[in-house]
């Protein structure tokens, strides 16, 4: 079954850091760039970043500034998103997704079913 | 950044009638290449969103005929021709014209 996994996400302090992992299954995982986009509850949704399908040309959206970072291990079929300095506003449901093609910045023909992450004291 | 809006925000229809959404673009998203760099998705009540149309028009796998997606340059039609209970969703249009990748506000389906 082709399928993409999230998970990492939880309860996490202002300030503070988090992983976000996303799993692929059946499908050859390197022969497709990757993206996340997130969606704050009850609102629309929000391209985050995006990787080439070798691990290269990455891209973000402009309000990331700098505080997240995405990766990919091929070897694991698994993308990576690391958030540092999290926000309020950083609360929503990530969801990792397919590009149709090995370069980013396309649609999305796939989507997992999203981890929230939820920032609060 | 390439804005993208939508109307209505809100579309109630009869279960069998027409329902017509808008998406217009702040700049044209089509290359010379005369393809239209535009998606439309449905997301469901509690899940995650689904490929309806790519390049504006092209239906993606296993999405009904009852859907059709038109238009080119800055503006774009997503038509369901005749609303079936399953429907009820939000539906989004998004742009892969140019970073960063920019999605409509959504227009949100439901049952008169």
């Known amino acids: 079954e082709v399928k993409l996994s999230e998970s990492g996400g939880g309860l996490v302090q202002p300030g503070g850091f988090v992983t976000l992992f996303c799993e692929a299954s059946?499908?050859?995982?390197?022969?497709?760039?990757m993206s996340w986009v997130r969606q704050a509850p009850g609102k629309g949704l929000e391209w985050v970043s995006g990787?080439?399908?070798?691990?290269?040309?990455?891209t973000y959206a402009g309000f990331v500034q700098g505080r997240f970072s995405i990766s990919r291990d091929n070897r694991k079929n698994t993308l990576y998103l690391q958030i540092q300095s999290l926000r309020v506003e950083d609360t929503a449901i990530y969801y990792c997704?397919?590009?149709?093609?090995?370069?980013?910045?396309?649609?999305?023909?796939?989507w997992g079913q999203g981890t929230l992450v939820t920032v609060s004291s | 950044d390439i804005v993208l809006t939508q109307s209505p925000d809100s579309l109630p229809v009869s279960l069998g009638e027409r329902a017509t959404i808008n998406c217009k673009s702040s700049?044209?998203?089509?290359?010379?290449?005369?393809?239209?760099?535009l998606a439309w998705y449905q997301q469901k009540p509690g899940q995650s969103p689904k490929l309806l149309f790519y390049?504006?028009?092209t239906r993606a796998s296993e999405v009904p005929d009852r859907f059709s997606g038109s238009g080119s340059g800055t503006e774009f039609t997503l038509t369901i021709s005749s609303l079936q209970a399953e429907d009820v969703a939000i539906y989004y249009c998004?742009?892969?014209?140019?970073?960063?990748?920019?999605f409509g506000p959504g227009t949100k389906v439901e049952i008169k």
């Open positions: 700049q044209s998203v089509l290359n010379p290449n005369s393809k239209n760099y």
């Open positions: 997704a397919r590009d149709w093609a090995a370069t980013t910045l396309t649609y999305f023909d796939l």
């Open positions: 998004q742009q892969y014209y140019s970073a960063p990748l920019t």
């Open positions: 059946g499908f050859t995982f390197e022969y497709y760039a």
């Open positions: 990787i080439g399908g070798r691990g290269g040309d990455k």
């Open positions: 390049w504006a028009s």
